[in-house]
């Protein structure tokens, strides 16, 4: 009867033991499912800051990233400037891009906040109307960087505006400035509602030129959004142009079809000798219909250098006026047949290697071109040159 009950105390003790054991297990599991769910824990991103006129920060997880930038006027409401959404980087990698975007809307001063959100969740990184839209979102961390800028801190604005009508692929108004410093600008032509078009480093630039008197606002953008604003803006007036009307296509009238005796004389072979003289009076033919400007000033071909199916054009640089090259090549030396036409639309090109050429002797002419309001004006054919193809 003792030793029963000893046996069965034993017995207790054992079972006592393993569920002891079974519930230390419990707990170590549990205290590592808490610190892996601690570690995952999403992390806010890094290095959110504002470099020159970049967004600049760093990911802290593989995910999606926003970046918005705000402005506040002293006792206002905060206002959305701009957003980049969506931007999907790796752990550790580092965001710092333009946004074009805030730079063309970077008129304000007051207190400037870049945040960053960061999600792992692309459908919840939607376009938001609001700041607040974001700020309610569960499954993503923020950053963010606040700067303060007064209405002193802007960029100078542009000096030294001129404007006046040119022909340059057509009737353009041509806007110059004085840019020693290499500074970005923001351009709308008609009215502020206009679309602002974002002009690179430059100090001049064309638009098209409008049939009444227009006004075209221009600003510098800033270079550095920490210190600047963007400059105030100025305003320059294009003149009045008489444009050209705008042609309506035309139906083709079909021509009538030729008489018996029409049709004898359109069998018989031609003689080159008696309708042309070669290559120059069969291009002049072409070129009448073209709009040939006899005094603009003929390119010429300073060499042609022929390789295996191939071969290189080399021509002297147009004279001012011009605005492009026409290139052709010819196994006819009267280029009446088996024509190419290269077109070169900018006359600092002065060389073209043409490929995939059959075994042969090639002709090589060239003539310039101007743009104009009804259309092109051509010099004459330069006078051709020849190589024979090595394959």
Known sequence: MILGEIVMRKNRVKKLN???????????????SVAVRAEAKLKAPTEVKFVKNKIHYKASFDGYYTSLVT???SGGKECLLSGVYNKE?????VYEEVDYRLLKRYNYSGTIKLYVFASKNYES????????????????????KTYTLSGSDKMKVPSNLKVKVVDYYGIKYEISWDNKDKKSMAMFVGSPNATMVTIGQMNCTHVDARSKETEIVLRHLTDDLTTKINSDLVIVVGPAVDLPPKEEPKDPVPKPAPKDDEKKEL???QNPSATSTGADSSSATTQKAENVDSKLKVPAIKKVSAGKKQMKI???????GLNGYEVQYSTDKSFGKKVKTITIKKTSTTSKVVKKLKKGKYYVRIRGYKNSGSGKLYTDW??????????
């Open 125 to 144: 990184q939607n376009y938001c109307d609001t700041l607040e839209d974001y700020q309610k979102r569960t499954d993503a961390v923020v950053a963010s």
């Open 382 to 391: 330069s006078k051709p040159k020849s190589a024979k193809d090595k394959s």
């Open 18 to 32: 393993i569920i002891a054991a079974f519930f230390c297990v419990f707990i170590m599991l549990g205290g590592v």
């Open 314 to 320: 080399t021509w002297k640089k147009a004279a001012k």
């Open 267 to 269: 069998d018989k072979p």
């Open 89 to 93: 980087l790796k752990a550790n990698e």
């Open 71 to 73: 402005y506040k006027k």
